[in-house]
């Protein structure tokens, strides 16, 4: 629901030399500018701060083959421009604040031959996107998305895992579960073969930062990043698949064996995705950066009151080893049955059932494999107020859409984690749109994993809770000890989750120091400290929340799954207090009348001084979880502790190498 405060339209006087006609737009706290040009034989835009050029001279086109090329020899075609100013207030039930303020400039060039371009300028980045009305469907052969920076710069690039090969054939990489960690380069000599998944992260100077991603994703593909020359890299596409065949893992995927000549065949009248650059003046406004929501399509949905976010108690992670119990776990009705009476004594809302309980290798998520009883179970978890979701791969749940939902919904489950897409081409962004709106349709939940990064299909369809699309704490049942898990983690609110939630799946209770970790794939541990793991529950943003460990770890801890147990899911309000990428963040989030604020830190130790004043707070008591006094050689030692808010508001937290704390007030 939006509150509409002020709509302005006028036409944009501009003075035209050349034949180049120019047009600027302001975001309305004036800081930021965009400058567009339309003439020569290209669109083009920059961006400035008041720092200087952001984004330098860059190109826009859309290939539309016989529709032309949108943006080619734009004089000839233009018509005008209108600029709009936009002040209102949008409801975001779901998401990390109750409200945000979307306010902004819109700059549109409308020209004769079916199409406009429109710019948004907010306080906190830019975006544009396309718009045509052509009468029948078009197919988009390429799209040309430039953003060229003005000096060097350094860059946070999450490359795709597959290499290219040397003849520039980019197919292989098409097909990736859009998890790595950063590759932290100087931008010009980021790899030529090697593509890049956002959001990519650009370093400018005075501190600066500028992130790239996307918003409203639909019906197109997903962009990736693939550097051109110098400071300079540009959007690339996957093209649609025109031939695959079932596999892949566990036979649950579709590998693509030949691709057409073109990106997209859509509609052709429609809007195309928002290309967004997201600008920020210091680090912690890129983690309570909102664009990427702002710019999707409203929700779809007319009622949402059945949507329950919160936790759930996770199997695959812990290999499903739990002890001190009369059976052998693994996956079969008693240990189901003791997870689901784990959820229900501490106050869990959900157990998800993992890969393994419908037959390995037939993708038919009709066969149960015999050891399960899923009636019964689903029963069972209803009877002690606990809901079931449960994993479907790709192609299992794609082929039988409908009649699966509708079967399991009958039956009572809650939703899937849907897995192993692998793929961001338009056959899988529509198989996206499709699975949100079938899952709705049967109350319905979805958590999407082996997934391309948020592009706020939340908001479009708030039945879907969370995202993987991160190099995730599962890393850890295999990663090496060279893979830095507490960097990254302190990386990732900066970059990633610019883009929307993340089901990163934190909450490990074997905790290792510096130097004592070690992948194991039936005994994980994370890289850290235990309030690191207990912090990351405030600071990564997912309203559908994994407990990774197992159960039985969790009831020999009573006081960090107590608190793992009430700690909210989604916000009233979120406040980046401090932070610096790749070094740690200090976030606040607001549920009702309680505050919670998490902090974790890279390896180095860290004293972090937490000004509560600036939330309202001048007394009262303060529940604190830190690291112990051994935190640095053991990594579960933690202390928790009542105290009182000091006079001045100022609240001092010692956080351990690789460490975190988390406040409660």
Not at 101 to 123: G, I, P, T
Not at 352 to 365: F, R, Y
Not at 442 to 461: E, N, Q
Request: aromatic share 12%; with cysteine.
């Amino acid at each position: 629901m939006k509150k509409l405060i002020a709509c302005l339209s006028l036409l944009v006087a501009i003075v035209t030399v050349n034949a180049q006609t120019t047009f600027f737009a302001y975001s309305p706290d004036h800081r930021l500018k965009v400058t567009v040009q339309v003439g020569g034989d290209a669109i083009t835009y920059t961006v400035d701060d008041d720092y200087g050029k952001v984004i330098d001279n860059s190109s826009i086109s859309l290939d539309l083959g016989e529709q032309g090329v949108l943006g080619l020899n734009p004089s000839k075609t233009f018509r005008k421009g209108t600029r709009n100013s936009i002040r209102q207030q949008v409801t975001t039930p779901l998401y990390k604040k109750s409200t945000i303020a979307d306010n902004y400039s819109e700059l549109a060039l409308v020209f004769k031959n079916n199409f406009q371009v429109k710019f948004r300028v907010y306080d906190s980045g830019v975006a544009y996107r396309f718009e045509t009305t052509f009468p029948d469907s078009v197919e988009v052969r390429s799209e040309t998305a430039e953003f060229n920076f003005p000096q060097d710069v350094n860059a946070y690039i999450p490359y795709v895992v597959e290499k290219a090969t040397e003849n520039g054939d980019f197919s292989r990489q098409f097909c990736t579960s859009f998890e790595n960690t950063y590759t932290e380069i100087p931008l010009k000599e980021m790899n030529d073969n090697r593509l890049a998944f956002m959001p990519v992260l650009v370093e400018l100077p005075e501190g600066r930062k500028v992130v790239i991603t996307e918003s409203d994703l639909r019906d197109y593909p997903g962009m990736y990043i693939k550097h051109t020359e110098g400071n300079s890299v540009m959007g690339f596409f996957a093209p649609v698949p025109k031939k695959w065949e079932q596999g892949g893992h566990n036979n649950l995927q579709y590998l693509v064996k030949e691709r057409e000549e073109y990106i997209a065949k859509t509609a052709g009248t429609r809007t195309y995705p928002w290309r967004v650059i997201a600008i920020s003046r210091n680090d912690k406004e890129l983690a309570n950066n909102d664009l990427v929501y702002l710019l999707a399509t409203p929700s779809q949905l007319a009622d949402i009151s059945w949507i329950k976010p919160g936790k759930v108690a996770w199997d695959w992670w812990n290999n499903w080893n739990i002890w001190g119990v009369d059976f052998e776990a693994g996956i079969n009705n008693d240990t189901y049955k003791y997870y689901i009476d784990f959820a229900a004594k501490s106050g869990m809302e959900y157990v998800i059932l993992d890969e393994g309980w419908s037959v390995n290798k037939k993708a038919d998520l009709f066969q149960v494999v015999p050891e399960i009883d899923l009636p019964m179970l689903v029963n069972y978890a209803k009877s002690k107020g606990v809901g079931i979701v449960l994993w479907a791969g790709y192609a299992a749940i794609d082929k039988d859409m409908e009649k699966v939902c509708k079967h399991y919904s009958e039956m009572g489950v809650k939703g899937f984690k849907v897995d192993f897409m692998d793929r961001d081409d338009q056959i899988v962004v529509n198989f996206y749109e499709r699975m949100a709106a079938t899952a709705a349709k049967y109350h319905l939940f979805i958590d999407f994993h082996g997934a391309y990064k948020p592009t706020g299909l939340s908001r479009t369809y708030p039945n879907v809770l969370n995202y993987e699309g991160v190099f995730g704490l599962e890393q850890c049942k295999w990663a090496p000890t060279s893979v830095d898990m507490v960097k990254y983690e302190v990386t990732i609110p900066f970059i990633r989750m610019l883009a929307g939630p993340l089901d990163f799946t934190q909450g490990a209770m074997s905790n290792a120091a510096k130097g004592c970790y070690q992948p194991l794939w039936s005994e994980p541990m994370s890289q850290g400290t235990r309030c690191r793991q207990l912090a990351e529950y405030v600071i990564f943003e997912s309203p559908f929340a994994m407990l990774c460990d197992a159960p039985t770890a969790y009831l020999s801890e009573p006081e960090c799954t107590e608190f793992i147990a009430k700690v909210p899911t989604v916000w009233d309000e979120t406040r980046v207090l401090d932070g610096e990428v790749g070094k740690y963040i200090v976030t606040a989030r607001r549920n009702g009348n309680k505050w919670y604020i998490g902090a974790i830190t890279d390896w180095d130790s860290r004293t972090i001084t937490v000004d509560l004043s600036g939330l309202g707070i001048t007394s009262g008591k303060a529940t604190l979880f830190v690291d112990g006094a051994n935190a640095h050689r053991k990594g579960s030692d933690y202390k928790k502790k009542s105290v009182d808010v000091p006079a001045d508001g100022k609240l001092k937290l010692e956080l351990a190498p690789g460490g975190g704390a988390v406040v409660i007030l």
